[in-house]
């Protein structure tokens, strides 16, 4: 795990009240590189200690986070374990998650993404719309921390 950005919240404790909230095991937030062309991990639960090389600096694009921040829209799996979009990298499948959702944190009344907030269940699950909204304004949430 990367060393947080210098701030006075605790995106890991906000991270595991998400998670609980979602009835979810794994959760990752990511915060845009100032390029805007990487997404660097600030902090997650759950993920495997032998992917987080993989998952600590995501180019836009590029897995289920990378995608949210190129679409500036949710990304949804119902089963990781079968992904038959090819938004998965090959790694994904090793965190033993099957349902997951990535949403964008956009710039508070911008498109400019600053990040990525991630869950993930280990059961297949489709997120309903309530769902995403909801995750969608914890990424609210999290962005005017980020611009604080």
Known sequence: M??????S??????????????????GTLHKSTSDGEFLELVCQIGVPDSLLDKITLIPFGKGIAGVAAMR??????????EDLEGVTESGARRTGVAGSLAVPILEDGAERVVGTLGIGKHVPHDFTDEEKERLAGKAVTIARQFAE
């Open 9 to 26: 919240h605790d995106f890991q404790a906000q991270l595991a009240t998400i998670l609980r909230e979602f009835d979810c095991q794994t």
């Open 2 to 7: 990367t060393n947080p950005p210098e701030s």
């Open 72 to 81: 500036r829209a949710p990304v949804e799996l119902c089963n990781l374990q």
